[in-house]
């Protein structure tokens, strides 16, 4: 089982810029996929960015490529997701999630087995 806590979420002003962070409480594998989904309501939940822990790769959407960069810490099983130049379209509930399978390049939701509670990011113009 495993269980991720996101924080870093905050209100920020239109090309400000956030850390957010994941923690996984335990790992009983020795490497993951790591991913960033975003949700507005109403609307489906969108793959932000995904990492593999064992080899470090990563994709991210075409919608923040450039701007967002994801990185992981294997040491302490945390995630990150440093978000620049953001904007007002990227305002969204953040969700950490998880799967023990390689990314093999997915941001689909289907493809994570574990998820987080997530955390709000506002991004005011």
């Known amino acids: 089982q495993v269980q991720l806590v996101e924080s870093g979420g905050d209100s920020v002003q239109a090309g400000g810029s956030l850390r957010l962070s994941c923690a996984a409480s335990?790992?009983?594998?020795?490497?993951?996929?790591m991913g960033w989904f975003r949700q507005v309501p109403g609307k489906e939940r969108e793959g932000v960015a995904s990492?593999?822990?064992?080899?470090?790769?990563?994709r991210y959407a075409d919608s923040v490529k450039g701007r967002f960069t994801i990185s992981q810490d294997n040491a302490k099983n945390m995630t990150y997701l440093q978000m620049d130049s953001l904007k007002p379209e990227d305002t969204a509930m953040y969700y950490c999630?998880?799967?023990?399978?390689?990314?093999?390049?997915?941001?689909?939701?289907?493809?994570?087995?574990?998820w987080g509670q997530g955390t709000q990011v506002t991004v005011s113009s």
């Open positions: 990492i593999y822990t064992g080899g470090a790769s990563t």
């Open positions: 335990v790992f009983t594998y020795r490497t993951v996929c």
């Open positions: 999630a998880a799967d023990p399978r390689p990314c093999y390049s997915s941001l689909r939701e289907t493809h994570f087995s574990y």
